[in-house]
């Protein structure tokens, strides 16, 4: 199972929107409604945004967003805010033997 | 609150062997799906093995079939990952990771154990 492939990096000012592409294949995201995406910061543990592609579990702003076409899910953040410079990685359910593949992760920056 | 802890990690020499060590507090252990996914320094998230609540269905990624071994403890609460035959490109941050809610999303994570092969 080969990673999912992301963009290296992204980057926008304060208060502009980035999308973040994630590109699968039928048997990992478009196979599945289970894209998840995930934040972490330098020395931190990732943190979960976003599940069931565009779930927002308690707690995330509502500037974090998530969508899927095909084979390919995306994670929005509108109105970027300084503390949203970090890693984000997708994730998504790959099926029964290998149930998780993970994206190469994207740097975010706030410039 | 939900707490995992990791512990075990250290240098080992490429051939040798560790033992890694998840102790969950705070949540019914014993009912949740357990997780390894490590983190190359300086790189990616990548998914190594699951084990079911009641560790019967268990799966690894195909680069440590063969070497590694998961298992669990529901009494003590804790998740084990048996890791022989080391290799350099072994060397990552080990996470334990569940998911609490009934999609397969990790919304927990330990602060991760280093493990360090090199000669």
């Known amino acids: 199972q080969s990673a999912l492939t992301q963009p290296r990096s992204v980057s926008g000012s304060p208060g502009q929107s980035v999308t973040i592409s994630c590109i699968g294949t039928?048997?990992?995201?478009?196979?599945?409604?289970?894209v998840s995406w995930y934040q972490q910061h330098p020395g931190k543990a990732p943190k979960l945004m976003i599940y069931?592609?565009?779930k927002r579990p308690s707690g995330v702003p509502g500037r974090f967003s998530g969508s899927k076409s095909g084979n390919t899910a995306s994670l929005t953040i509108s109105g970027l805010q300084t503390e949203d410079e970090a890693d984000y990685y997708c994730c998504s359910y790959a099926g029964r033997y290998t149930p998780y593949v993970f994206g190469t992760g994207t740097k975010v920056t706030v410039l | 609150e939900v707490q995992l802890v990791e512990s075990g990690g250290g240098l080992v020499q490429p051939g040798g062997s560790l033992r890694l060590s998840c102790a969950a507090s705070g949540f019914r252990f014993s009912s949740y799906e357990m997780n390894w996914v490590r983190q190359t320094p300086g790189k990616g998230l990548e998914w190594v093995s699951s084990i079911s609540s009641s560790g019967t269905k268990i799966y690894y990624t195909d680069s440590v079939k063969g070497r590694f071994t998961i298992s669990r403890d529901n009494a003590k609460e804790s998740m084990y990952l048996q890791m022989n035959s080391l290799r350099a490109e072994d060397t990552a941050l080990y996470y334990c990771?569940?998911?609490?809610?009934?999609?397969?999303?990790?919304?927990?994570w330990g602060q991760g154990t280093l493990v360090t092969v090199s000669p």
């Open positions: 039928s048997s990992d995201v478009g196979g599945y409604d289970y």
């Open positions: 990771a569940t998911y609490t809610a009934s999609s397969p999303a990790f919304d927990y």
């Open positions: 069931d592609v565009s």
